[in-house]
């Protein structure tokens, strides 16, 4: 039992790096044959523009959204959670389009392009998370049966959860804090489980 992360651009190696911590083992994962065994499934940040194009390219967009479609947890964050987005505003070719949310890519302009925040998530428990923003999107809407994870003071959404997926509009690799991928993997175990297969394996 493996979890994969998508490695055709963005920081995958860090979430390849904070998974290997937790003891899981990593595929990355860039193109259909990678994904076999593999029982959950982390799409990085970085552009999404670029991921998106390569999913085309190198025919992952119909097999990734075939597994989710399945069940098979997945974790989006920024760049990834705008690949996951059934509605994505201001990226200019389809995603996988499976999460019936609607983000706003770059939602935060130019002067804070980048800021971090402590933010209560209550699905974490204990303290706040700590949580790095890069260009980062936000999340407009999120439909029911999908649920916010998170928010700004304001308001803004920045987590959210539907079912086997999962999405960020912050970077968890960044920090020591691994809560959010613990978080994940308890998906990815629950899922593996379900469907008999092994739980991901412990060093
Ligand atoms: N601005 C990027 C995009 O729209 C996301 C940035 C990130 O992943 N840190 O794809």
């Known amino acids: ?17 904070v998974l290997r911590r937790l003891g899981v083992e ?5 193109q259909p044959e990678d994904m076999e065994g593999v029982g959950g499934l982390i799409i990085p940040g970085g552009e999404s523009t670029t991921i998106t194009r390569l999913l085309h390219r190198y025919g992952l967009v119909i097999p990734l959204r075939e597994r989710i ?34 983000v706003q890519r770059n939602a935060f ?16 428990g204990g303290d706040p998370f700590h949580a790095v923003f890069i260009r980062a999107p936000i999340i407009e809407e999120v439909q029911a049966p999908g649920e916010a994870l998170a ?3 304001d308001g ?3 987590a ?13 690799e960044l920090t020591a804090d691994t809560r959010m991928h ?20 412990k060093k």
Not at 160 to 165: D, L, Q, S
Request: hydrophobic share 50%; with cysteine; glycine share 10%.
């Open 1 to 17: 039992m493996k979890v994969g992360v998508l490695a055709l651009q963005g920081d995958f190696q860090e979430h390849a790096a």
């Open 26 to 30: 990593v595929v990355e994962v860039r």
């Open 69 to 102: 479609r399945q069940g098979m947890p997945v974790l989006g964050t920024c760049a990834g959670m705008i690949v996951l987005a059934k509605e994505a505003r201001g990226l200019d070719r389809e995603g996988l389009e499976v999460m019936d949310i609607v």
């Open 109 to 124: 302009g130019r002067q804070i392009d980048s800021f971090e925040a402590d933010i209560p998530i209550p699905a974490l």
């Open 151 to 153: 928010t700004l003071e």
């Open 156 to 158: 803004t959404v920045v």
């Open 160 to 172: 959210a959860r539907e079912g086997n997926m999962l999405v960020l509009a912050f970077h968890p």
């Open 182 to 201: 613990t978080y994940f993997l308890e998906l990815v175990r629950t899922a593996a489980a379900e469907t008999g297969l092994k739980e991901p394996s």
